[in-house]
């Protein structure tokens, strides 16, 4: 009888066979052929038939695969065609794996393979190279943020803490910036919080 063509997506290894579809990660855009071709790095052959298509933004093939694989968690790249991901780094967010990585805002961090950024934890704040400091004391700190300002006399704020305290019972903050507030002397007293002096004990007392 007649031979016919082998078709595309197919092999013919030999004439007296019936042809063979091309195996998964392979392709075969021409007819007639004795063998199928693996699907090239930074290409995805999901049709066996046609010519491999480019990986999309925020994927990639290393080669032989029906389909661009996305980028794991903490990875982007945004070209196409990529053979690998790249991981997120310092100080960056990589949330859309298409894109390239957005500066983290004020009063967070990210680290290396992070895909999103974070906020640094209560009494911390975030420094110019990305990590995250006590708080120093007689300051305060919002949301990873370190305040300009210093904590107001009659007030005061341990290493470490967030906010501005009122200067307790017993004790007075004279100036502002205190890390600790200062024990009234005997022969004075102070039955007020938030007060920046001690009170003299009077003769009758």
Known sequence: G??????????????????????????????GQTSCEACPPGKECKDKAASPTTCPKGTYSNGGIENCQACNIGGYTSS??????????VGKSCTDKSKDP??????????????????CSKG???TSDN?????????????????????????YSPEGTDICLNCPIGFKCPTAGLDQPVACTPG??????????????????
């Open 2 to 31: 007649a031979c016919t063509k082998c078709g595309k997506g197919k092999y013919c290894p030999s004439p007296s066979l019936a042809e063979i579809d091309c195996p998964a990660g392979s392709f075969q855009d021409q007819e």
């Open 124 to 126: 911390y704040y975030d």
């Open 80 to 89: 196409t065609g990529s053979t690998s991901c790249v991981l997120c780094p």
């Open 188 to 205: 004075s007293y102070q039955d007020k919080a938030g007060k920046t002096e001690c009170i003299t004990c009077g003769a009758n007392q």
């Open 102 to 119: 957005v500066t983290c805002p004020t009063g967070q961090f990210s680290e290396l393979g992070d895909d999103s950024c974070r906020v």
């Open 131 to 155: 990590k995250c400091k006590e708080c120093p004391g007689g300051r305060e700190c919002d949301d990873g943020i370190l305040l300009s300002d210093k904590c107001f006399s009659g007030t």
